[in-house]
């Protein structure tokens, strides 16, 4: 029987002489290369890479890739992360020549379709979010809000000269980046607690409203997968104070084509179109990160966006005097942009509303399956992900969220997020996505109920189907071994 | 109604065990005065077969490096993908898994990760590498943060102008918010005086930023201008080509504390500027304040190697509004691209793509010199990008050398408005003679008929 197992590392399996790429010889007139770079730049031998044949090359990482757990072999229900299906027809487009060999610096005349698409895509994002401008510089979710605390902060600049806000406030739920990102563009940040529901503590937003405070950042659905309907009003005492409300985009996916964050008051967001919009994860990237704004905040979004000419043709805006600048070199993340595009244009305006009612009916319906044995804090109701805790399984049996989540792998599920968010003791996060189907989450819910039963003592030791058992994380940290040495 | 699994009979099941009549009724906690009352105003559904009908109409509209013959650098380069990495890295097992957060079920993209750190610290001789940044601008930009949280010192940052622009630009953007001033030494005859960079570096500077090869391709005095970081304790950052690493010195060489690169040119292809890949090494000292994803190695349970995400309390999601970087993933997708296009290559095909990328750049060279209308603008080595200055209207030349059939350079004057007559061209390995005297010839062309 085949079992899979770990590799040697590249560098075990060269061997002196081996190659696979070999480079045509020169075709220009030789000259030596000392006459054309001095020696004193030159590396006086080739630089100490592995040698390896082409099917040492290709073995080595096909046998790797086995190793990994993925959407296309495995229900991957990583809350807040919607880790829904890839469309293929998306990789093949993005393929084609006509996106992968176009340089940044071309000039915009042969660019037309590419812009085009681009151009699309901004307008499509800004009719989902109902803002009025989108920018599709930022690099990465993390970097769309940190962008957008720039806009925030270039907004109030201008608007009150002379004077500075000085804080972000955040819910004890969010999403770490946030406060990183609000550290970063030089805000204070402030902690709003969620009431026992799991939504925003309004008294205690509203006692921490005040004339320092530029922006609250709020995710809406939350991290426990609840809406907050109470948005419209915390909109409405922040814009009485002249302050902003920001949204971060992550759970998107619940709500597409059913309510706009524009429409309840939202001022600025930033999209993750690598969960929402079909982007494959890339075993950590890359993803992107466009905001949308309203349009009192347009002039600051950060700089190039596609604008379009009276004669139809499309051309790269640099010329924005207020822009925050650059937050990235060139226009973006234009690969991960484009199968957005594609998957928008599958979509069409019901399927992006369809892809919304059935993130929420899988979610709801794999609630109810599991809801008896795992207890879920916030409701019995949830929008496209739900937070379900391991309390009393821990408190009862011993058996822990992290037991929990590697014992799924041996049932051939990847874990949900365990242990956030930080409000619900002993989480797991379980986010299906609208790809998943019924049987799928039947399955699931059917292995979830299993282990519960399990020995709690054989439970410590899962996952044990994996090439390898639980790993020593404290002595990675301690002794870090950060790359491999002869 | 693509990608969904469920039918009208499940959809009808489901909500019966839910207890509810409609899909409507899922969102009743979102209140009725928000929701949308319309569809959203997109454009209409499309199958597969008019989605890759009408999007490849649309790619087919763009004149790229696939019909032009590209000279286009400045930070995005054309260079050979061995068909190995597009192949291997197009395997679903990589492409739709995520970060590693289960290492169990994700020792594929750990181990990947792992090598491609080791083969960075090998081309860079820096001791770690995390596991990339988004690009090599914003690799600049957390090197600096990295140096500030290290030194702890607040004087100005200083950066060569002869660093690529738009790098510089994310710098000042990121900046602006915190207390450092960003200080740039101007970029005269292509590269920047030594001395007038020293002046500007102060005992309270905590890093420096300096290009080799630079914005220009030109191979400056790199060794004066590190020790010129050094005289003050500062921490010097350098942006490098890694393609040059298969020819010129490694980065410990000369001193560098802190190597960043575009990792581009490894084996992922333009794409418009992106996704692209943040090279990130550093000396040992530097570590604790390393921003991203590092995989580090360890055991399990029956002492068997394997690897695992490490020192995490670095990171946001542990530090929140501590951490110094809010960065809280990879570019795993083209690290993993990267590391097979290294190991493809292996030295002696890195150490061919730069030699031959060096002698087809000075050969063109020579052959625009001899043009008349054009004429090198800076002295002095370089790697596989130069300057031309141009006699006429350069946008005007290069429109007709477009319709020739060439992306002949990127103009500089949008970036540096002295050299506003002043074109950059790049010259990678898979030019070939016949290209390089074609270029000349659309030049020679364009020149005389304007």
Known sequence: ?486 | MAYIANTPEDVRVMLDAIGLDSLDELFDMVPAEYRLKRPLCIPPALTELELTREVGALLGRNQGADRRVCFLGAGSYDHFIPAVVDNLSSRGEFYTAYTPYQPEASQGTLQATFEYQTLITQLTGMDVSNASLYDGGSAVTEAVMMALATNRRTGPVVVAGSVHPEYRRILQTYLEHLDPQVVTVPAVGGGVDPRAFAAAITPETAAVVIQYPNFFGRLEDVEALVEAAHAHGATAIVSVDPISLGLLRRPDAYGADVVVAEGQGLGNPMTFGGPYLGILACKQEYLRKLPGRIVGQTTDRNGKRCWVLTLQTREQHIRREKATSNICTNQGLLALRSSIYLAAMGPRGLRDAAELSTRKAHYAAEALAKVDGLSLAFPGPFFKEFVVRCSKDPEAVLRKVGEAGYHGGVRLGRWYPDLADHILVAVTEKRTKDEIDGLAEAYRNALSSL
């Open chain 1, 1 to 486: 029987m085949y079992k899979l197992d770990l590799q040697p590392l590249l560098f075990e399996s060269s061997r002196p002489g081996r190659f696979t790429a070999v480079l045509p010889t020169s075709d220009v007139p030789a000259a030596s290369l000392d006459d054309l770079i001095p020696p004193a730049h030159l590396q006086k031998s080739a630089p100490p890479l592995p040698e390896l044949s082409e099917l040492d090359v290709v073995r080595h990482y096909t046998n790797l890739s086995a190793l990994n757990m993925s959407i296309d072999g495995n229900f991957y229900p990583l809350g807040s992360c919607t880790m829904k299906y890839n469309p293929k027809r998306n990789e093949r487009l993005a393929g084609l020549p006509g996106l992968g060999a176009q340089h940044p610096y071309q000039d915009d005349s042969t660019l037309q379709g590419l812009l085009a698409i681009l151009y699309g895509l901004q307008d499509d994002l800004a009719e989902v979010a109902g803002l009025d401008a989108v920018s599709l510089q930022p690099a990465a979710g993390a970097q769309g809000e940190l962008a957008a605390l720039f806009v925030a902060a270039a907004y109030f600049r201008d608007q009150e000269p002379g004077r500075k806000r000085t804080q972000v406030l955040i819910p004890d739920s969010a999403h770490g980046t946030n406060p990183a990102s609000a550290h970063l563009a030089g805000f204070e940040t402030v902690t709003v607690k969620s009431d026992g529901r799991g939504l925003v503590d309004l008294e205690d937003f509203k006692s921490k409203l005040s004339d320092d405070v530029a922006v609250f950042m709020i995710t809406n659905p939350n991290t426990v997968g609840l809406f907050d309907p109470q948005i419209g009003e915390i909109a409405k005492l922040l814009h009485e104070r002249g302050a902003l409300l920001y949204l971060d985009g992550a759970n998107m996916n619940a709500i597409l084509g059913v309510v706009r964050p524009g429409d309840m008051g939202v001022d600025l967001m930033h999209y993750n179109p690598h969960k929402t919009f079909s982007g494959p994860h890339g075993g950590g990237g890359p993803g992107a990160g466009p905001i949308a704004v309203r349009s009192k905040l347009a002039p600051y979004l950060p700089a190039p966006i596609v604008g379009r000419k009276d004669d139809g043709t499309y051309f790269l805006d640099e010329d924005r005097p207020k822009s925050i600048g650059r937050v990235r070199a060139f226009f973006g993340n234009t690969g991960v942009l484009f199968r957005a595009y594609c998957y928008i244009r599958s979509q069409g305006p019901d399927g992006l509303k369809r892809v919304a009612q059935h993130a929420v009916l899988n979610a709801n319906y794999l609630l109810g399956l599991v809801r008896d044995v795992y207890p879920v804090p916030c409701g019995t109701r949830c929008m496209h992900e739900f937070v379900a805790s391991c309390r009393s399984l821990a408190k009862d049996r011993g058996i822990r969220a992290m037991d929990v989540g590697k014992r799924l792998i041996d049932y051939n599920f990847h874990a949900p997020t365990v242990y956030f968010p930080l409000i619900v003791s002993e989480a797991l996060m379980i986010e299906p996505t609208e790809t998943e189907s019924r049987d799928t989450l039947e399955a699931f819910a059917a292995a979830l109920k299993a282990i519960a039963l399990e020995d709690p003592e054989s439970l410590h030791d899962a996952p044990v189907s994996t090439p390898v058992s639980r790993l020593d994380e404290v002595k990675a940290a301690k002794t870090p071994v950060l790359r491999w040495t002869p």
